[in-house]
């Protein structure tokens, strides 16, 4: 399933599936579940949908397989907003080796090979596609990172690698904007990114979310930074030294894991500015795509 929030013509957020027939509608779940008249209560968010379980996923399913018509939109008709505008929580790994070591020019600590590091995000600093950020005032080196997240659909504690896979609920793109100057000045003082990553729509999530059965094999997918059409780099899922379930278990070691969390991969290779020694403008178009997720649009202003 391709899932989303969109927000209809009445300014409702509502949860929605892409037809598989045809991406240019979504159909209003909620409103196809009341209508074919489904047990349980309607799905009224994405949020509600992953936290009500896999029988409710297969009803999902079913819809939109077999869409109603009264409950269907064509996609121009709404507007797409972040697939989970308030995650429950965030936490942003770094497990592409390139970009951690910034292609050579730091040397890892060795607890970087050893553990899949993080640090938390904002959760309410959450934005969703084709949205303009307003860049702080005080920044003057704006940044994207071209990263691939995880959503967990079944939480646990103490999951084993093996069983980790089967948590995960499905997969969307994840731009993690970073006032760069803010950032590289307060790492200094070692406790991590802080206002260099938590202003208003740093984090930057969507077009949908795509369930794990139908994104394939999640390792070998595209990733591709644009600014203003021009490409600026292309990497792989494949680079991932800890994939998702090896990063699964560590977390749930000591700490249990709830529905809708988002588990962003960090940035893949030469995927942001700063990589690449030149940084986007202010008006500028960032786009960035994962094969079989979409294309997730910002403009910076």
Same mark, same amino acid.
């Given at each position: 399933?391709?899932?989303?929030?969109?927000?209809?013509?009445?300014?409702?957020?509502?949860?929605?599936?892409?037809?598989?027939?045809?991406?240019?509608?979504?159909?209003?779940?909620?409103?196809?579940?009341?209508?074919?008249?489904?047990?349980?209560?309607?799905?009224?968010?994405?949020?509600?949908?992953?936290?009500?379980?896999?029988?409710?996923?297969? #009803?999902?399913?079913?819809?939109?397989?077999?869409?109603?018509?009264?409950?269907?939109?064509?996609?121009?008709?709404?507007?797409?907003?972040?697939?989970?505008?308030?995650?429950?929580?965030?936490?942003?790994?770094?497990?592409?080796?390139?970009?951690?070591?910034?292609? +050579?020019?730091?040397?890892?600590?060795?607890?970087?090979?050893?553990?899949?590091?993080?640090? #938390?995000?904002?959760?309410?600093?959450?934005?969703?596609?084709?949205?303009?950020?307003?860049?702080?005032?005080?920044?003057?080196?704006?940044?994207?990172?071209?990263?691939?997240?995880?959503? @967990?659909?079944?939480? +646990?504690?103490?999951?084993?690698?093996?069983?980790?896979?089967?948590? =995960?609920?499905?997969?969307? @793109?994840?731009?993690?904007?970073?006032?760069?100057?803010?950032?590289? #000045?307060?790492?200094?003082? +070692?406790?991590?990114?802080?206002?260099?990553?938590?202003?208003?729509?740093?984090?930057?999530?969507?077009?949908?979310?795509?369930?794990?059965?139908?994104?394939?094999?999640?390792?070998?997918?595209?990733? =591709?930074? %644009?600014?203003?059409?021009?490409?600026?780099?292309?990497?792989?899922?494949?680079?991932? %030294?800890?994939?998702?379930?090896?990063? =699964?278990?560590?977390?749930?070691?000591?700490?249990?894991?709830?529905?809708?969390?988002?588990?962003?991969?960090?940035?893949?290779?030469?995927?942001?500015?700063?990589?690449?020694?030149?940084?986007?403008?202010?008006?500028?178009? =960032?786009?960035?795509?994962?094969?079989?997720?979409?294309?997730?649009?910002?403009?910076?202003?």
């Amino acid at each position: 399933m391709r899932l989303v929030t969109y927000r209809d013509r009445d300014g409702a957020e509502r949860c929605g599936g892409l037809l598989p027939q045809d991406h240019g509608q979504v159909l209003d779940l909620s409103q196809a579940w009341a209508l074919r008249g489904l047990d349980g209560p309607a799905p009224q968010s994405l949020q509600a949908l992953i936290e009500a379980g896999a029988a409710a996923w297969n #009803k999902a399913r079913g819809l939109l397989d077999e869409p109603i018509a009264e409950a269907v939109r064509p996609l121009a008709d709404v507007r797409l907003l972040a697939p989970l505008p308030r995650p429950v929580r965030m936490r942003d790994f770094s497990v592409f080796e390139s970009h951690a070591a910034l292609s +050579g020019k730091i040397t890892l600590a060795d607890v970087w090979y050893e553990w899949p590091v993080y640090y #938390k995000c904002d959760h309410l600093g959450v934005i969703g596609p084709d949205e303009t950020v307003s860049w702080p005032s005080g920044s003057h080196d704006i940044d994207y990172e071209l990263e691939f997240a995880a959503v @967990i659909g079944t939480g +646990g504690k103490a999951i084993s690698q093996a069983r980790a896979g089967e948590h =995960i609920f499905g997969y969307t @793109i994840f731009n993690d904007l970073s006032a760069r100057d803010w950032q590289l #000045k307060e790492m200094a003082a +070692g406790l991590g990114p802080a206002r260099g990553k938590d202003f208003d729509g740093a984090n930057v999530l969507g077009p949908m979310i795509v369930t794990a059965d139908e994104i394939g094999d999640p390792y070998d997918l595209t990733m =591709i930074a %644009r600014v203003n059409g021009e490409e600026w780099s292309r990497g792989s899922t494949s680079g991932m %030294r800890f994939r998702f379930d090896a990063i =699964i278990a560590f977390l749930s070691e000591s700490q249990t894991l709830h529905p809708g969390e988002i588990l962003g991969s960090g940035t893949v290779g030469g995927g942001c500015g700063l990589e690449l020694g030149r940084y986007p403008n202010r008006g500028d178009l =960032i786009e960035l795509e994962v094969e079989r997720i979409g294309v997730l649009r910002t403009r910076v202003i």
